[in-house]
């Protein structure tokens, strides 16, 4: 409180203060493209893309996803899990409410997604059943995710239009990067160094 | 309300200074052109572009126009989802929430995301004051805070460091900040990183509280959204027990449906790249995962007063994504530094003033006539922004702002070419004067190998502030048809 009044009375006050008679309905166009066809180009699109951010595509079946994932993990790796995955893993440690430093000793995470997008390259998590906690596929410097082919989409609006704005969601195109210093490109700063793509069926 | 740098002069004497250093030009203009083809190739690829751009425009004219509605129903919607919404005035006050909320939980430390609203209201030095230290994580902000520097780039704010440089940073000032650096550091970027890696991990892993910014506020749904690349923000916002983001109140988005045309705009027009590495969505609270004490900041800071000026107020539609600065022919030479703010180029040249008003400081009235108004920014601008038309507006407020009665020069001047070009006989009168200072500067200078004024006294100096003027012609058009009849051309 200042003089009295709230800072949101006032702040709401010069809001309307500013706008004054200019406040009017706007049209927003939405004749950009919104709802695309998913075929089998797109999917390729999608493993494409993705390998231009130097992240590995492996693609196969869904019935050889498990032996995938044990082939993409060093050998007697700590391997962190959520609940709910639906595939076995070697090494695997449940994520029974791990501290940072616990998930920090670990070599790598193994989860699913929600939805792939085509055209960006990328794979967003929304957090729930075989995903997991935010915090598990973030410390690990490994993260092995499986995207299930129909689980791609096209573009943008149409992952948009799959996901709850009301669950937490990370969208991932490629291995952390940076381009700080000269602009060169490196991989790899706080985020897992090394993203493996298991693109299954 | 923003300030400028300390002590930061006005745009042409900065630009002057950084003119002369060519080490920072030769990084500007590698820094610059990279990114400028970068992402005229992404956006290049994408064949409904200038729909989006429309698109975006127009989401974010509506959103300015029904502000108020958008932040009541922003409100409620973070309520509901366990945040708790805070509003501030200016700066001192969305600095006070921080510092309360660091205090309440008894840290002398905070882990920060890379973010514009911090940064201008300067909440380091504000938390640094109250004994709390500020950890920057973006690794372009750690070399900056390293090194006691100031940002120079929206998007990569340590552009004008070169690999060594920063070596030399980690080298003498990590081990004063945390986990020193490596003693066999190189030069090499991917060994730069590894060393940030290493020594901002501890932090991360032991940080109690994060503070961010977001880059959209969706009000339907009270979502906040963060778009980073390296990870650092990730940390900032999940591994923290508390978090504090300071949300400028023009980032608000009426649904969730309209991230659709701004996770497309922003990535590509920023870094050039298809998509961001990683995109963070939260709303408010998520039981078992992540923060479960959240703190929203919605902050005006001048807001209101831009959104007031009818030319000015689509500057609010920024998102931050600096592709003005990077096609920019004056930033490309002079650098952020210039411009004295945190938010510097083309889009700082206008949205400065419009946030700190006219008429009241000598460096800030000097931004608009930062630009050769060639409008390779508006073109490039993903929310059109235009830019060149209010830096004209601005130009002409800073001309009209009351001076304590006293007229500009360039009032008086052109009140003068006025009564001169109304009347053919005092044309020509003004033309011989002109003529005859021409021959005799063009001997007088000609002696020094010079071919132009660099600065003219009197009521004009202001004008050569910003450009060289050139010596008068030593004969009038007028009087070489005259003398010749056009013969000689």
């Known amino acids: 409180m200042r003089d009295g009044v709230s800072a949101r009375d006032d702040i709401l006050r010069d809001v309307r203060r500013a706008v004054g008679e200019a406040r009017r309905p706007v049209d927003v166009p939405r004749d950009y493209r919104r709802e695309r066809v998913v075929e089998a180009a797109t999917v390729d699109l999608f493993a494409e893309r993705v390998a231009d951010y130097r992240a590995e595509v492996v693609r196969c079946s869904l019935d050889e996803v498990e032996a995938r994932i044990a082939a993409a993990l060093p050998p007697h790796a700590q391997v962190v899990v959520p609940d709910g995955l639906p595939w076995a893993v070697p090494g695997a440690v449940p994520d029974d409410r791990l501290t940072p430093a616990h998930l920090d000793g670990l070599d790598g995470v193994v989860t699913g997604a929600t939805v792939g997008i085509a055209e960006t390259g990328t794979i967003v998590l929304s957090h729930g059943p075989g995903e997991g906690r935010r915090a598990i596929t973030l410390v690990p410097d490994l993260h092995v995710c499986v995207v299930r082919a129909d689980q791609v989409v096209a573009g943008v609006p149409d992952a948009i239009r799959l996901l709850d704005p009301t669950r937490p969601t990370t969208w991932i195109s490629g291995p952390s990067a940076t381009s700080d210093i000269e602009l060169d490109r490196v991989e790899g700063v706080h985020g897992p160094r090394t993203l493996l793509v298991i693109l299954a069926g | 309300m923003t300030s400028t740098f300390v002590g930061m002069p006005a745009f042409p004497e900065a630009a002057r200074t950084a003119l002369g250093d060519s080490q920072l030009r030769a990084n500007l203009a590698h820094a610059t052109s990279t990114i400028r083809a970068k992402r005229a190739r992404v956006v290049g690829e994408v064949d409904d572009w200038e729909q989006l751009r429309l698109a975006g425009a127009a989401v974010k004219d509506d959103v300015l126009l029904h502000l108020d509605e958008h932040l009541v129903r922003l409100e409620e919607a973070l309520t509901a989802n366990g945040a708790v919404v805070h509003w501030a005035r200016d700066a001192e ?3 006070a929430v921080v510092a309360e909320v660091a205090r309440s939980h008894g840290v002398d430390e905070v882990v920060k995301v890379k973010s514009m609203a911090t940064a201008e209201i300067e909440l380091n030095e504000h938390l640094e004051a109250l004994g709390i230290a500020a950890w920057e994580t973006d690794l372009a902000e750690l070399i900056v805070q390293l090194g006691e520097d100031l940002p120079s780039h929206i998007l990569v704010p340590a552009i004008h460091r070169n690999r060594a440089e920063i070596r030399q940073i980690f080298t003498d000032r990590m081990a004063a900040a945390g986990r020193p650096a490596p003693d066999d550091l190189t030069d090499e970027p991917a060994r730069l990183a590894e060393a940030a890696r290493l020594h901002l991990r501890e932090k991360f892993l032991r940080a109690k509280v994060g503070v961010s910014g977001a880059n959209f506020a969706v009000a339907d749904s009270g979502t906040l959204v963060v778009v980073e690349s390296e990870g650092n923000g990730r940390m900032c916002l999940t591994l923290p027990e508390v978090l504090v983001s300071v949300v400028g109140i023009e980032k608000v988005l009426p649904t969730w449906s309209d991230l659709e045309v701004f996770l497309q705009l922003l990535p590509r027009s920023s870094t050039g790249e298809r998509m961001n590495p990683y995109t963070s969505t939260w709303a408010g609270v998520q039981p078992g995962d992540g923060p479960q004490e959240v703190h929203v900041v919605l902050l005006d800071n001048g807001r209101t007063r831009a959104l007031a000026d009818e030319v000015g107020r689509q500057a609010l539609r920024c998102i931050r994504c600096s592709a003005c600065l990077n096609v920019c022919p004056v930033y490309e030479r002079t650098g952020g530094h210039s411009y004295g703010s945190v938010y510097p180029g083309p889009i700082g040249a206008i949205l400065n003033p419009l946030l700190r008003g006219v008429g009241t400081d000598e460096q800030t009235d000097s931004l608009p006539y930062a630009s050769s108004l060639c409008g390779a ?12 038309s209010v830096l004209v507006d601005l130009r002409a407020q800073v001309v009209d702002a ?23 006989a005092r044309m020509s009168l ?18 020094r190998g010079r071919t132009s004024l660099r600065r003219i006294p009197g009521p004009g100096a202001g004008w050569t502030d910003a450009r060289d003027a050139p010596l008068p012609a030593a004969e009038s058009f007028r009087s070489w048809w005259k003398r010749t009849g056009g013969r000689d051309a």
């Open chain 2, 430 to 447: 003004a033309e011989k004067v002109s003529g005859f200072a021409g021959r005799l500067l063009g001997w007088q200078l000609g002696r």
């Open chain 2, 402 to 424: 009351p001076r304590g009665g006293i007229p500009k020069p360039e009032a008086v001047a052109l009140q003068a070419a006025a009564a001169a070009f109304s009347s053919a």
């Open chain 2, 377 to 388: 920014c508006y073109e490039v601008c993903p929310v059109r922004i235009d830019i060149p």
């Open chain 2, 93 to 95: 006050e969305a600095c």
